[in-house]
């Protein structure tokens, strides 16, 4: 470490994100006395607003992304600093910036967030999205393209193939279904018919979080241009800046370069093999192209022998959690999935350091009924929990694992449909002791209950099923179902009433 410490901050937030500005507001309302720094590497940073519990383990809120002098003007006590972190000296207890400047911090909590697992770096035209500058690249590329490869089958991939339109899509899965994260094959088949049908102009209602940034104007159709928001603003970083949330396509076009409307294909049960640059395509030219003449800027060839051309790929294939400037000469424990190892307070190996949202790994054991995904909800979820840790350690107070940990709760929107996943939605982790009940109405509703031993551990809703409370309260109380059998699940049963 080079320079002399500025100053010593009581708490050290690291992220602009819903992580890092909850954990924030939670530290600067309950210590308005004490130095609280905000360290990001862009200019805005995401706010929660009209948060709203709309029952024991679901929340709906928006998020808006705001310049950070909005937080400044409300906690006075906040020190926002425009520079990413460089490096981190747990035995001193203090940040480097990458301007050089160091300072000391009494609690820190690393809230960095991830960035998109690409297929590779070395080629331009495999593209990310995951903060406001990667869907400007996107939809650059996208305004010319005639064709693209989406690569992934979890919470991005399912959003594009659904709002890209005049423009081919070739969707490659590793899976024999679509949407493997967040449902099974029978809601996969569910959806389908929406890949093939015209989206409907109007969205339907529909409850969900939503995503607004200050301008321009929503509902407006949105064109990035290069000048706002842009790294123009920050010569010289490369940080990533916060992920993109509920909504975020909306009103942004997604338009690419032809007059159809909606053209998918889905290659199952796939990986890419190998990707070329149309150079080395012609070099290596012993592929046979499918479906195709022409020369296109990228090649994928994909583990089923298929080789398709195309303007760019979206490798939407998850995320690695932004680690690396803490890491280095520290001892900090990471998990498989990359990200830093933190116990059912939100710490760290490290004395004094914590870490909440997409950055961390929750390494404590789980409720039976709740498991990490890398969400909005989660983020702000462990952002504020950070915050209430890291304010019970400095007041000597014992704190317990918040409840929201208690149960997974997810509320969210896939081809236009609502869709809340409660719980073990998948069976995850259940081996062969479990059964499912499911109930489906084609273009309306698919409902899936997961049972083990006559218990319910979760569920599946798509559509406006108003069942999620209910359900909510069943597998919270545990109660032994046995009895109702298929009823369970009988259109014809109000069940809300029957359980009251
Ligand atoms: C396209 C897209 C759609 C999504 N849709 C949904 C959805 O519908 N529902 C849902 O629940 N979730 C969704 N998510 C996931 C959700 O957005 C994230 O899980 C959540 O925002 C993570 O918040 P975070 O604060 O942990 O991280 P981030 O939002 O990534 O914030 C990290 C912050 O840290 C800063 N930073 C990074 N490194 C440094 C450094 N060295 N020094 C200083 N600052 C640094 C960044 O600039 C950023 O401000 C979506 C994500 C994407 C990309
Ligand atoms: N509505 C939502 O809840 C929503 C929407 C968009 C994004 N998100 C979140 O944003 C983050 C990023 O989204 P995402 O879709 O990139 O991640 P994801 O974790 O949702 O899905 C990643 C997908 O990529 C696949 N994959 C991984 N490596 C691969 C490889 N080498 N080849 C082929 N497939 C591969 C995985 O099997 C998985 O299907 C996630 O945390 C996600 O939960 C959530």
């Given at each position: 470490m080079e320079g002399k410490k500025e100053k010593t901050f009581k708490f050290v937030i690291v992220g602009g994100g819903i992580a890092g500005v909850t954990c924030v507001e939670q530290l600067s309302s309950q210590f308005p006395s004490e130095d609280v720094a905000l360290f990001t590497a862009g200019p805005l940073i995401k706010a929660v607003t009209n948060?709203?519990?709309?029952?024991r383990t679901m929340e709906e809120f928006d998020v808006e992304e705001k310049p950070s002098s909005v937080l400044e003007e409300k906690f006075p006590n906040l020190t926002v600093i425009?520079?990413?972190?460089?490096?981190?000296?747990t035995h001193s207890h203090c940040v480097e910036t990458a301007d050089g400047r160091v300072f000391g911090y009494k609690k820190l909590c690393i809230c960095s967030g991830a960035r998109p697992k690409l297929l590779?770096?070395?080629?331009?035209?495999?593209l990310g999205i995951r903060d406001t500058d990667s869907v400007q690249v996107f939809q650059k590329h996208l305004s010319k393209a005639r064709r693209i490869v989406i690569v992934g089958n979890g919470g991005i991939a399912l959003e594009l193939v659904y709002e890209v339109k005049g423009c081919e899509v070739i969707w490659a899965v590793k899976?024999?279904?679509?949407?493997n994260t967040f449902f099974d094959a029978g809601a996969a088949q569910f959806l389908i018919p929406s890949l093939e049908a015209n989206k409907a102009e109007v969205a339907g209602p529909c409850k969900r979080l939503r995503y607004t940034m200050?301008?321009?104007?929503?509902d407006a159709a949105q064109t990035f241009t290069?000048?706002?928001?842009?790294r123009g603003q920050n010569p010289g970083t490369v940080e990533p800046g916060s992920a993109l949330g509920p909504?975020?396509?909306?009103?942004?076009?997604?338009?690419?370069?032809?007059?159809?409307?909606h053209r998918v294909s889905v290659e199952y049960q796939c990986e890419v093999e190998q990707i070329f640059t149309s150079e080395e395509f012609l070099l290596s030219s012993k592929q046979t192209l499918e479906a195709d003449t022409g020369s296109w800027p990228v090649y994928v060839q994909l583990t089923n022998g298929k080789t398709f051309g195309c303007d760019f790929v979206v490798s939407a294939t998850g995320v690695i959690p932004n680690t690396e400037p803490f890491v280095h000469g520290n001892n900090f424990l990471l998990a498989d999935d990359g990200g830093l190892q933190v116990d059912d307070h939100m710490r760290?190996?490290?004395?004094?350091v914590y870490a909440a949202g997409d950055?961390?790994?929750?390494?404590?054991?789980?409720?039976?009924?709740w498991q990490q995904m890398r969400l909005w909800t989660q983020a702000r979820q462990m952002g504020w929990y950070a915050g209430r840790c890291m304010a019970a350690d400095v007041l000597s107070e014992s704190i317990e694992l918040?409840?929201?940990?208690?149960l997974f709760s997810h509320v969210t929107k896939f081809f236009n449909y609502k869709v809340v996943l409660l719980g073990k939605f998948n069976a995850q982790g259940l081996g062969s002791d479990h059964e499912l009940l499911v109930r489906c109405t084609k273009g309306q509703e698919y409902v899936k209950v997961v049972l083990s031993r006559g218990r319910m551990v979760g569920a599946v809703l798509i559509g406006e099923t108003d069942l999620e409370e209910t359900f909510e309260n069943l597998i919270l109380n545990q109660m032994d179902l046995t009895s109702y059998g298929e009823e369970?699940?009988?259109?014809?049963?109000d069940i809300e009433d029957y359980f009251d």
């Amino acid at each position: 470490m080079e320079g002399k410490k500025e100053k010593t901050f009581k708490f050290v937030i690291v992220g602009g994100g819903i992580a890092g500005v909850t954990c924030v507001e939670q530290l600067s309302s309950q210590f308005p006395s004490e130095d609280v720094a905000l360290f990001t590497a862009g200019p805005l940073i995401k706010a929660v607003t009209n948060y709203k519990q709309v029952s024991r383990t679901m929340e709906e809120f928006d998020v808006e992304e705001k310049p950070s002098s909005v937080l400044e003007e409300k906690f006075p006590n906040l020190t926002v600093i425009h520079s990413a972190v460089k490096s981190l000296h747990t035995h001193s207890h203090c940040v480097e910036t990458a301007d050089g400047r160091v300072f000391g911090y009494k609690k820190l909590c690393i809230c960095s967030g991830a960035r998109p697992k690409l297929l590779t770096q070395e080629n331009p035209n495999v593209l990310g999205i995951r903060d406001t500058d990667s869907v400007q690249v996107f939809q650059k590329h996208l305004s010319k393209a005639r064709r693209i490869v989406i690569v992934g089958n979890g919470g991005i991939a399912l959003e594009l193939v659904y709002e890209v339109k005049g423009c081919e899509v070739i969707w490659a899965v590793k899976d024999k279904a679509i949407g493997n994260t967040f449902f099974d094959a029978g809601a996969a088949q569910f959806l389908i018919p929406s890949l093939e049908a015209n989206k409907a102009e109007v969205a339907g209602p529909c409850k969900r979080l939503r995503y607004t940034m200050e301008e321009p104007a929503p509902d407006a159709a949105q064109t990035f241009t290069a000048d706002k928001y842009s790294r123009g603003q920050n010569p010289g970083t490369v940080e990533p800046g916060s992920a993109l949330g509920p909504d975020w396509h909306r009103g942004i076009e997604l338009q690419g370069a032809e007059q159809v409307s909606h053209r998918v294909s889905v290659e199952y049960q796939c990986e890419v093999e190998q990707i070329f640059t149309s150079e080395e395509f012609l070099l290596s030219s012993k592929q046979t192209l499918e479906a195709d003449t022409g020369s296109w800027p990228v090649y994928v060839q994909l583990t089923n022998g298929k080789t398709f051309g195309c303007d760019f790929v979206v490798s939407a294939t998850g995320v690695i959690p932004n680690t690396e400037p803490f890491v280095h000469g520290n001892n900090f424990l990471l998990a498989d999935d990359g990200g830093l190892q933190v116990d059912d307070h939100m710490r760290t190996l490290q004395p004094d350091v914590y870490a909440a949202g997409d950055v961390c790994t929750a390494c404590w054991e789980h409720s039976p009924l709740w498991q990490q995904m890398r969400l909005w909800t989660q983020a702000r979820q462990m952002g504020w929990y950070a915050g209430r840790c890291m304010a019970a350690d400095v007041l000597s107070e014992s704190i317990e694992l918040d409840f929201c940990f208690e149960l997974f709760s997810h509320v969210t929107k896939f081809f236009n449909y609502k869709v809340v996943l409660l719980g073990k939605f998948n069976a995850q982790g259940l081996g062969s002791d479990h059964e499912l009940l499911v109930r489906c109405t084609k273009g309306q509703e698919y409902v899936k209950v997961v049972l083990s031993r006559g218990r319910m551990v979760g569920a599946v809703l798509i559509g406006e099923t108003d069942l999620e409370e209910t359900f909510e309260n069943l597998i919270l109380n545990q109660m032994d179902l046995t009895s109702y059998g298929e009823e369970l699940l009988n259109p014809n049963i109000d069940i809300e009433d029957y359980f009251d």
